[in-house]
């Protein structure tokens, strides 16, 4: 019942930014947290960076000084600016979503994922 559109990757060089951009829609009461996730190579998926309701927000170490996490809570939807880009920022990254719907149930949502890939 919870949908998310996930937008803005791209092929960029090094140094490069893209602003990455997560809508979620359906039958939504309320939203508590919005996070973009990445999956290196033979490792578990990764918080990137996240943001609550509160506009509370959180970074990986490796990020904090190029990325911003942002939202608007009127249209559901979080926005990921990320600067200084790196070949190691190569990934495949994903729009996580907490919600709760119309029928009163908290549930997670993913979504399908958008490709960031930086040349050197």
């Known amino acids: 019942q919870v949908q998310l559109v996930e937008s803005g990757g791209g092929l960029v060089q090094t140094g490069g930014s893209l602003r990455l951009s997560c809508a979620a829609s359906?039958?939504?009461?309320?939203?508590?947290?919005m996070g973009w996730y990445r999956q290196p190579p033979g490792k578990q998926r990764e918080l990137v960076a996240s943001?609550?309701?509160?506009?509370?927000?959180n970074y990986a170490d490796s990020v904090k000084d190029r990325f911003a996490i942002s939202r608007d809570n009127a249209k559901n939807t979080v926005y990921l600016q990320i600067n200084s880009l790196e070949p190691e920022d190569t990934d495949v990254y994903y729009c996580r979503v907490r919600a709760r719907t119309s029928a009163q149930r908290m549930g997670i949502y993913w979504g399908q994922g958008t490709q960031v890939t930086v040349s050197s």
């Open positions: 359906g039958s939504i009461r309320s939203i508590d947290f």
């Open positions: 943001i609550t309701s509160d506009g509370s927000t």
